[in-house]
């Protein structure tokens, strides 16, 4: 198996959840297919070093994402991921689905946006993988007509998908193969073990958000932003980055 198969696995996952959540917010299946058909997926790769003093550092600063849901597996039995509730960070554990902030959009604030943030620790490294759901660029994303009225005003106003990513629950028995989990953990591993030399040739270009990069940025309280990153587009194919795909080792690929 390779890990192209756990996100064949995560991608069945998501249509379901799509139909669920479509159905609990009452919006129009024909809506959802015009503007989800053939959407951007993307994945990320995350390392989150150990440090011995993790209170100086941040994994992942507070952020909420840009898409219409994620879906992160914490791979190596390190949780770090914290979600906000009530002011409040709280911890969760191995498959988390999140809502962002285009099904909040869409539903007109049916379903509120996730505010969260990684943390790391002193006793090990951290991995995870987030998958990332969005319409396709050509979308006009705004509120469902099936949801507005005057009683139910349009919250938020209508905008091309692709100017928005410019400017811009935790599940169980979720049905993805444990066996394709534990490749795609192996697989990681192997990757963010490589020479640094050898990672970066799959280094961020500049104006580019997509690649290997290290990051060093400090936040407002003056903490570390502590992690390696691997972000790719995977769907639809033609946006895939043709200078990275041919250097991927080939599980990755």
């Given at each position: 198996m390779?890990?192209?198969?756990?996100f064949?696995?995560v991608?069945?996952?998501a249509m379901?959840?799509?139909g669920?959540?479509?159905?609990?917010?009452?919006?129009?299946?024909?809506?959802?297919i015009?503007?989800f058909d053939?959407?951007?997926q993307?994945?990320?790769?995350?390392?989150?070093?150990?440090c011995?003093?993790p209170?100086?550092?941040?994994?992942?600063r507070?952020?909420?994402?840009?898409?219409?849901?994620t879906i992160?597996k914490q791979?190596n039995?390190m949780d770090?991921?914290?979600?906000?509730?009530d002011?409040?960070?709280l911890?969760?554990?191995?498959f988390i689905?999140?809502?962002g902030?285009?099904?909040?959009?869409l539903s007109?604030g049916?379903?509120?946006?996730?505010?969260?943030?990684a943390t790391v620790?002193?006793?090990?490294?951290?991995?995870s993988?987030a998958?990332?759901f969005?319409?396709?660029?050509?979308a006009y994303?705004g509120?469902?007509?099936?949801?507005v009225s005057?009683e139910?005003p349009?919250?938020f106003?209508?905008i091309l998908?692709?100017?928005y990513?410019?400017e811009?629950?935790?599940v169980m028995n979720h049905?993805v193969?444990?066996?394709v989990?534990?490749?795609l953990?192996e697989e990681?591993e192997?990757?963010?073990m490589?020479?640094?030399e050898?990672k970066?040739?799959?280094k961020?270009?500049?104006?580019?958000?997509?690649g290997?990069?290290?990051t060093g940025?400090h936040?407002?309280?003056e903490?570390?932003d502590?992690?390696?990153?691997?972000y790719?587009?995977t769907n639809?194919l033609h946006?895939?980055?043709?200078?990275?795909?041919?250097?991927?080792p080939?599980s990755?690929?």
């Amino acid at each position: 198996m390779t890990v192209e198969s756990n996100f064949v696995e995560v991608q069945q996952l998501a249509m379901a959840l799509f139909g669920v959540m479509a159905e609990a917010s009452r919006i129009e299946k024909r809506e959802l297919i015009d503007i989800f058909d053939n959407g951007m997926q993307s994945r990320r790769m995350n390392y989150y070093p150990l440090c011995s003093k993790p209170e100086l550092v941040v994994g992942l600063r507070p952020h909420s994402d840009a898409s219409r849901i994620t879906i992160l597996k914490q791979v190596n039995g390190m949780d770090g991921l914290q979600v906000k509730k009530d002011g409040v960070h709280l911890q969760l554990e191995s498959f988390i689905i999140k809502v962002g902030d285009v099904l909040e959009i869409l539903s007109n604030g049916t379903f509120n946006t996730l505010e969260h943030k990684a943390t790391v620790n002193a006793e090990n490294s951290r991995i995870s993988i987030a998958m990332f759901f969005n319409p396709k660029f050509e979308a006009y994303m705004g509120p469902s007509p099936s949801l507005v009225s005057e009683e139910n005003p349009a919250k938020f106003k209508r905008i091309l998908m692709e100017y928005y990513v410019k400017e811009f629950f935790q599940v169980m028995n979720h049905g993805v193969n444990s066996s394709v989990t534990e490749k795609l953990k192996e697989e990681i591993e192997n990757f963010y073990m490589l020479p640094v030399e050898e990672k970066m040739r799959y280094k961020l270009r500049p104006s580019d958000v997509e690649g290997y990069g290290q990051t060093g940025l400090h936040s407002a309280e003056e903490k570390v932003d502590w992690a390696d990153r691997f972000y790719m587009v995977t769907n639809p194919l033609h946006r895939k980055k043709p200078h990275l795909i041919p250097e991927l080792p080939p599980s990755l690929r």
